[in-house]
């Protein structure tokens, strides 16, 4: 299974940028689906959950900001980032869990202007 994302770029502060990530093939059922990111230099972070029925689950950096929802049947997670900082610069890792098993995307590069 691949899990393959999308909808990175470069934007300036506070801009806005929606990420996807569509599985190969169905994984359902699903766990969960989630974003991860990781910055030059330092350790891959969470970003934000969502649960299958619908409950999510941020970090404290982008909450209020990013909103993430899914939908299990294409197996397809996204991330809506608004008001974009300098410090969201990252590369975004979709992660899908199959109560069995996670599946990670290949990532994308996200970049923020000051």
């Known amino acids: 299974v691949q899990l393959q994302a999308s909808g990175g770029g470069l934007v300036q502060a506070g801009e806005s940028l929606k990420l996807s990530c569509v599985a190969s093939?169905?994984?359902?059922?699903?766990?969960?689906m989630a974003w991860y990111r990781q910055a030059p230099g330092k350790q891959r972070e969470f970003v934000a959950r969502?649960?299958?029925?619908?409950?999510?689950i941020y970090a404290g950096p982008v909450k209020g900001r990013f909103t993430i929802s899914g939908d299990d049947a294409k197996s397809a997670v996204y991330l809506q980032m608004n008001s974009l900082e300098s410090e969201d610069t990252a590369v975004y890792y979709c992660n899908i869990d199959t109560h069995s098993r996670e599946h990670w995307g290949q990532g994308t590069q996200v970049t923020v202007s000051s």
């Open positions: 093939r169905s994984l359902l059922p699903l766990a969960a």
């Open positions: 969502w649960l299958s029925g619908g409950s999510t």
